[in-house]
Each structure stands twice: as C-alpha cells, then as structure tokens.
C-alpha cells in the first residue's frame, strides 16, 4: 500500500514529497531542504521506516522544488528523472539562487528523462507520469491509480492554479493541461500540491476560482 510523507522546506514553504510502500522502496519527489535541519528531517524520516530511496522525482525544476537534489543523489546514490523540457529550467537555477539568499546552492544535472504516459515504478508501485505544462514548461505530476493519489507540484492548488509569470510559464497552457489531464482523473483524487494543503480533483472542478465551474478568472 502506497504511503505519503510530507515536509514543508525552505522560505518558499515548498512542499517535499516522501512515497514508499511495503517493500520499504521509496522514492522522492520535489526535495526543498536547503538548511542542514532540513536535509537531516528528511533522512531521520528516511532512517525512522528503514527506507531504501531509488529515485528522486522533480515535478518542475523551479529553484524551491529542486534545493535538496544535490543532496539527495549524493546521499542515497540514486538518479534524478525530469521531464526534458524542465532542463533548461533546472540549468537557470544556479545563475539566480544566490539572488534569493541561496549561496549553497549545488546544482546537478538530469539522468533520466520523464516521458508524458510513462510509467514510474518502485517496490509494489506504478506511478502513471501526466504532462501538464504551464507552470513550466516541462511540468509533469505522478498519478497512483490504485490509491487515487496525485502529487501535484505547482499546477493545481486548494483553490488556485500554479503561477504562470515566470519564465516558460503560460497562463492559458496550463488551464488547458489541468482542464484535459488533471481533470480527466476521477473527482475523488487526492492532489498533494508543491505548497500548501491537499486538495481533490472534485472539489477543484466546482469550486476553483481559475478552472472550476464557478471560474472567475
């Protein structure tokens, strides 16, 4: 059965994804942790349920979603996977993480592309890999059928859709990817986004200011 641990890392109170099931294989999704505090949380999580981590997963390859991956394949010696539109997003990171007070900062490069439709596999696991652009130009989000679990990254929020103002993003590109990927998924899927609460596909359709059916925007 697939369990989900989250942390909340950085200023950006970005959201760090843990995914594991009974074989104790984990993977890592969106790793925030900056700070030694942070990094150390994250491993004494790893430690406490006697993890083995084989992947790190970016959703996107913006500077909070992407401070601990250095880490991260340093630590448990494990690949980084990211969508091959996101790699000039990750490259940028290092020519502006100073500018937000990130002088650490470690930059690293991808090892495996993600493809839209691939599947993810880990221990019991298939994560299905959605493409939903918008945000940033390779954007992709992890879907478990079986479970009805979503981790969402920055594209679909309690109430709000992912900033689209930052370079490679687009407004209308990502009301299109939510509207045609994350909500073909059925209303009971749990969406675990890059900050802030979860949320449902449900509730997202009626109730978002930006794509649901009351849309105001």
Same mark, same amino acid.
């Given at each position: ?14 959201? *760090?994804?843990?995914?594991? /099931? ?8 969106? &790793?925030?942790?900056?700070? +030694?505090?942070? @990094? /150390? ?10 993890? +083995? ?48 007070? !990130?002088?650490?900062?470690? &930059? ?6 993600? +493809?839209?439709? %691939? /599947?993810? +596999? ?5 994560? %299905? ?12 989000? !992890?879907?478990? @059928? ?17 900033? *689209? /103002?930052?370079?490679? =993003? ?9 509207? *045609?990927?994350? !909500? ?24 978002? &200011?930006?794509? =649901? ?5």
């Amino acid at each position: 059965m697939l369990e989900i641990k989250s942390f909340t890392f950085n200023p950006f109170q970005e959201n *760090t994804y843990v995914l594991y /099931d009974e074989t104790k294989e984990a993977v890592i999704i969106d &790793p925030g942790c900056y700070e +030694k505090e942070e @990094k /150390d949380m994250l491993h004494n999580f790893i430690l406490s349920k006697d993890l +083995k981590v084989v992947m790190l997963l970016n959703t996107h390859c913006h500077i909070d979603h992407v401070l601990g991956n250095a880490f991260v394949k340093r630590k448990y010696n494990v690949d980084l996977y990211v969508h091959a539109d996101d790699e000039v997003v990750l490259k940028s990171v290092e020519s502006y993480a100073s500018n937000y007070g !990130f002088q650490q900062y470690e &930059p690293t490069s991808i090892d495996e592309y993600l +493809k839209e439709g %691939q /599947d993810v +596999k880990f221990g019991n696991t298939t994560l %299905q890999v959605l493409w939903v652009p918008g945000h940033a130009p390779g954007h992709v989000v !992890f879907y478990h @059928k079986e479970s009805g679990n979503c981790i969402g990254g920055d594209t679909l929020f309690e109430g709000s859709i992912g900033r *689209t /103002d930052l370079p490679g =993003g687009d407004h209308h590109t990502l009301l299109h990817a939510i509207k *045609t990927q994350m !909500f073909a998924l059925p209303d009971e899927t749990v969406v675990y986004p890059g900050h802030g609460p979860e949320t449902t596909i449900g509730q997202e359709k009626i109730h978002n &200011p930006f794509v =649901g059916e009351r849309a105001r925007f």
